[in-house]
């Protein structure tokens, strides 16, 4: 996940000297948790990484393992929690199991689609004190109607959004960015303002659950990269103009250095300093800074890799899973620098990016080094001469 709004803040501000701590040794940070506590989803949408239908799964965890699972957490530090699904509001205990949460000090996020927020369930949202409330909308009527497989779904998310802003709920949309919808991006981003959202993550397409089924929709390369060049272009008039807003982005490190470009066209004198935070953030945290818990207690490196799981938090605590007793693939994905291969192998920008997603490369080669196909940057932009471009490809 790459915070645009808070490194163009620093820019825009005066240099903190906290910024240069060292962070923690990376296979000891204490990850963001994004937990899939119901698969059941009253949308069937397309891009769907969990592969969510309406309908019950067997085999979920209870009220009281979830409590217990809630502990776990807190005895491994984790303080930021993401409450996901499925649809997380169809859950009974979801309000239970947020108030456990917050009252052990976890910054708690509900992710949801939105189409089940209305008059009756606000007061509860509003009394769970989310830190924030993030509702994914992937475009236009027609686009979401179409993504999402729900004629109602456009208008039920819009109101969800003008119902928690009216109980002051910090609200976030989400966009899963495709060829269907990268032309309407600007649109939705007007009605983030007009909606008085505060924040907007757009997730690049990963190629996993229903999501795996419509690569050949991801976004064209240079789709992808004019998108990311607006926001960042948005962040830094919304931060201009004194506004209180953040852009995000997701799945694709790669905008990090996007974003060291646009520095060094209109901020040169602060490149060096933000090439340097950058370089500290390091690019894809998948199975370090990032981890996924899913419906069954299944601990997964991130939420595209609900194919491989690391361990189950009815067996084995997550702090033993996570921490003290790795997975081979967790710590295969700790290593820096990573052995990779391809054009992310002789990539000049690594220590930045960190070798991207290894979801996209994993589903379209088999093997976790691979280049990312995601990857929207030049050959000449990551530094490959002739020479370097012949040799990657009689390598591959």
């Given at each position: 996940m790459l915070r645009l709004s808070h490194y163009l803040r620093q820019l825009h501000s005066a240099p903190n000297p906290q910024s240069a701590r060292k962070p923690p040794l990376i296979n000891r940070d204490s990850p963001v948790v994004i937990w899939n506590l119901i698969r059941r989803c009253n949308l069937t949408c397309?891009?769907?990484?969990?592969?969510?239908?309406?309908?019950?799964?067997?085999?979920?965890?209870?009220?009281?393992?979830?409590?217990?699972?809630?502990?776990?957490?807190?005895?491994?530090?984790?303080?930021?929690?993401?409450?996901?699904?499925?649809?997380?509001?169809?859950?009974?205990?979801?309000?239970?199991?947020?108030?456990?949460?917050r009252e052990l000090g976890f910054y708690v996020a509900l992710s949801t689609n939105g189409t089940l927020i209305d008059e009756a369930i606000l007061p509860r949202i509003a009394a769970a004190q989310f830190d924030y409330v993030g509702i994914s909308l992937d475009g236009l009527r027609d686009t979401h109607t179409y993504m999402r497989r729900d004629?109602?779904?456009?208008?039920?998310?819009?109101?969800?959004?003008?119902?928690?802003?009216?109980?002051?709920?910090?609200?976030?949309?989400?966009?899963?960015?495709?060829?269907?919808?990268?032309?309407?991006?600007?649109?939705?981003?007007?009605?983030?303002?007009?909606?008085?959202?505060?924040?907007?993550?757009?997730?690049?397409?990963?190629?996993?659950?229903?999501?795996?089924?419509?690569?050949?929709q991801d976004a064209h390369l240079r789709m992808t990269r004019e998108a990311v060049?607006?926001?960042?272009?948005?962040?830094?008039?919304?931060?201009?103009?004194?506004?209180?807003?953040?852009?995000?982005?997701?799945?694709?490190?790669?905008?990090?250095?996007?974003?060291?470009?646009?520095?060094?066209?209109?901020?040169?004198?602060?490149?060096?300093?933000?090439?340097?935070?950058?370089?500290?953030?390091?690019?894809?945290?998948?199975?370090?800074?990032?981890?996924?818990?899913?419906?069954?207690?299944?601990?997964?490196?991130?939420?595209?890799?609900?194919?491989?799981?690391?361990?189950?938090?009815?067996?084995?605590?997550?702090?033993?899973?996570?921490?003290d007793q790795p997975d081979v693939l967790l710590t295969e994905l700790r290593r820096r620098p990573r052995p990779l291969g391809g054009r992310c192998g002789s990539c000049q920008w690594l220590e930045v990016c960190g070798g991207n997603t290894r979801t996209r490369a994993w589903a379209t080669s088999g093997e976790l080094w691979a280049e990312d196909p995601g990857c929207y940057l030049t050959d000449a932009e990551i530094g490959l001469t002739d020479k370097r471009i012949a040799a990657v490809q009689s390598a591959t």
């Open positions: 397309r891009h769907c990484y969990s592969t969510s239908t309406d309908t019950d799964f067997a085999g979920e965890l209870s009220t009281a393992e979830a409590h217990a699972v809630i502990d776990q957490l807190n005895e491994a530090g984790v303080r930021v929690l993401i409450l996901s699904g499925g649809e997380p509001l169809l859950r009974p205990d979801v309000f239970e199991l947020a108030d456990h949460a004629p109602t779904a456009y208008d039920k998310s819009l109101e969800a959004v003008r119902l928690c802003r009216s109980a002051g709920i910090k609200v976030g949309l989400r966009t899963t960015l495709n060829q269907h919808n990268a032309s309407e991006l600007p649109a939705v981003l007007d009605l983030m303002h007009e909606l008085d959202v505060q924040k907007f993550y757009l997730s690049h397409l990963n190629y996993s659950g229903r999501g795996k089924h419509h690569r050949k060049d607006l926001l960042i272009q948005r962040a830094w008039s919304d931060i201009c103009h004194g506004l209180n807003t953040e852009y995000v982005t997701g799945n694709n490190d790669a905008d990090a250095v996007r974003l060291l470009d646009w520095a060094s066209q209109h901020r040169p004198d602060d490149y060096q300093r933000l090439h340097a935070m950058l370089t500290r953030w390091g690019g894809n945290a998948t199975g370090s800074s990032i981890a996924n818990i899913d419906n069954v207690g299944e601990v997964h490196p991130d939420t595209y890799w609900w194919h491989y799981s690391v361990g189950n938090v009815r067996k084995r605590s997550f702090k033993d899973i996570w921490f």
